[in-house]
């Protein structure tokens, strides 16, 4: 990476840190960072807690307070916010009216600024109320990180303990910090106040119940550079948002090559899904380009995974496998039979790592539950000239809730299979056609432009089931089929008929959905309507 050459007042040489302001909530790390550079001969400033803690520690240390001629007051809202601490941030060290300003007022002169903001984030995570989360909002700690930024041709501004190592290093390597290095910290410390900031406006907007501020923002920190995005000209990074959703963002990776790009789209794809089976029997997910090839359930996870592998067999290699349940032997044998890129589920026996642990490429994540399914986050996806935001999909359809608009209701059976479509329907690519049969999918069409399309393919996957398998007739046939959307017209109907379907699930809403009734009537079919649709683009 390049970096901008200095400007015309930022020095050339490495400036010594003669002395440093230290004030951070998260301690980690600190007294040995602080205790490294008091033996190079900085001055220690600090305040409130840290400086006590530096103290304790047999470090000198001196008080802001001692500093500014000002107590820390109103419950330490007010301790920073003084032309003595800004001053020693923001004075230009080439500039004579600054350095005129420095000795009238005897400023000290701060070339280090160590400050980790009051733990806002984690704050709100914990559920705190109102009032808690607002006093959790730090003032003093962003204004002097910008400040220090701004000056950063003269002051390096540490922001992240993982920092504490590099600065160090660079002390040690050149007896002082670089504009380069101060750049970069620069870089970081803006970054960091960005995200920030953000939370608050974010927590405040929820608080508030408003659906569309007048300015939104998104912030995450990077967890991994990738090697490239989707394809190998397309640089890309995956930063992850401090949520404690269950899922490949928090997940624990016990072997293989580091994910991609598109392991970690496909592999959340797969989770998610797999996380609509929570509190259920054994099931499987399998995906492929972020849309199922096989859902299973089964009396045991090696059933279920069977059972969703049957549904596509083609399409499963090489593709991402999701459980519900933590990965037992006996399924991990049958999954390293093929190419998988990735298997998470929500843990795995020590017999199953050791039967992947012949597979080095295969990538197994465990996580410690499944995501909740009615609990949603905000998703956004960027279009030329800004972006769109909504709620992600819960789907709140249930039994009781289902409408039967046929002469024929559908059984229980099929009732049954009917919600496992639904459920299944509601991760596959708009338009989406889904074949289940006995808790498992046989058929699944996805992607199309025409709805009919997706159903002749989701067809046709069932079909080659039969063939596989020596079948004399396509398990499509005696199977429920979901649908994400309505039928416009009563073909779609008519080719799922013709393909042995015996009851449909559909949000209804079409101007034709009587023309699609009668349709089904005369094919004695049973369908419910959910009054719910699942585009996904």
Not at 178 to 205: E, G, H, I, K, P
Not at 458 to 473: M, Q, V
Request: one cysteine or more; a negative charge; charged letters at 20%.
């Amino acid at each position: 990476m390049s970096i901008a050459a200095p400007s015309s007042s930022a020095p050339t040489s490495p400036l010594a840190i003669r002395r440093a302001l230290i004030s951070v909530s998260d301690k980690t790390g600190l007294l040995d960072f602080a205790r490294a550079l008091h033996e190079k001969g900085t001055e220690l400033l600090s305040t409130g807690g840290t400086a006590k803690a530096l103290r304790e520690a047999g470090l000198p240390v001196r008080d802001v307070a001692e500093l500014t001629g000002f107590p820390e007051m109103m419950d330490g809202r007010v301790k920073t916010l003084h032309p003595m601490v800004h001053g020693g941030l923001l004075a230009l060290r080439d500039n004579t009216d600054h350095q005129a300003a420095v000795r009238e007022h005897n400023i000290a002169e701060i070339d280090l600024l160590v400050v980790n903001l009051y733990p806002f984030e984690e704050t709100v995570a914990k559920g705190a109320d109102y009032a808690t989360s607002v006093e959790n909002i730090d003032i003093g700690g962003p204004a002097m990180i910008r400040a220090a930024a701004k000056n950063h041709a003269f002051v390096a501004v540490v922001t992240d303990t993982e920092d504490y190592a590099a600065v160090l290093a660079e002390v040690e390597a050149n007896g002082g910090t670089t504009y380069a290095f101060r750049q970069r910290l620069a870089l970081t410390a803006y970054s960091r106040t960005a995200a920030y900031d953000t939370a608050v406006s974010a927590w405040m907007a929820k608080a508030l119940e408003v659906e569309a501020p007048r300015y939104r923002s998104f912030a995450g920190k990077l967890a991994q550079g990738l090697r490239y995005g989707e394809n190998p000209h397309q640089k890309a990074a995956f930063y992850t948002d401090g949520s404690a959703r269950p899922g490949v963002a928090t997940a624990q990776q016990w072997q293989g090559k580091e994910l991609s790009y598109n392991n970690i789209n496909d592999t959340d794809a797969a989770f998610e899904l797999v996380s609509e089976f929570a509190g259920k029997g054994p099931a499987c997910a399998i995906i492929k380009h972020a849309n199922p090839c096989g859902v299973g359930e089964g009396a045991t996870l090696l059933e279920a995974y069977q059972r969703a592998y049957r549904c596509d067999t083609t399409s499963a290699f090489g593709g991402i496998v999701a459980l519900n349940q933590p990965l037992d032997k006996a399924t991990a044998e049958e999954i390293v039979k093929i190419f998988t890129e990735v298997v998470i589920a929500p843990g795995a026996s020590e017999e199953a790592k050791a039967v992947f642990a012949a597979k080095k490429n295969l990538r197994l994540l465990t996580t410690d539950s499944l995501a909740d399914p009615a609990k949603g986050t905000t998703s956004f996806r960027q279009v030329a000239g800004g972006f769109l935001v909504q709620d992600s999909d819960i789907d709140s359809v249930s039994r009781e809730s289902l409408k039967v608009v046929t002469k024929r209701a559908p059984s229980e059976a099929e009732l049954n299979d009917l919600l496992f479509a639904w459920k299944v329907a509601k991760h596959v690519k708009s338009n989406a056609i889904v074949y289940v049969r006995d808790g498992a999918t046989v058929g699944i069409g996805a992607g199309q432009m025409s709805r009919v399309d997706s159903t002749m393919i989701g067809a046709r996957k069932a079909a080659e089931i039969a063939t596989n398998e020596g079948l004399s007739e396509s398990p499509a046939i005696g199977s429920v089929a979901a649908s994400d959307a309505f039928f416009p017209f009563a073909d779609g109907i008519e080719v799922l008929a013709a393909n042995g379907v015996k009851a449909i699930i559909q949000p209804g809403g079409s101007m034709k959905d009587q023309d699609v009734i009668d349709a089904a009537d005369r094919l004695g079919l049973a369908m419910v309507f959910t009054g719910q649709r699942h585009f996904r683009h």
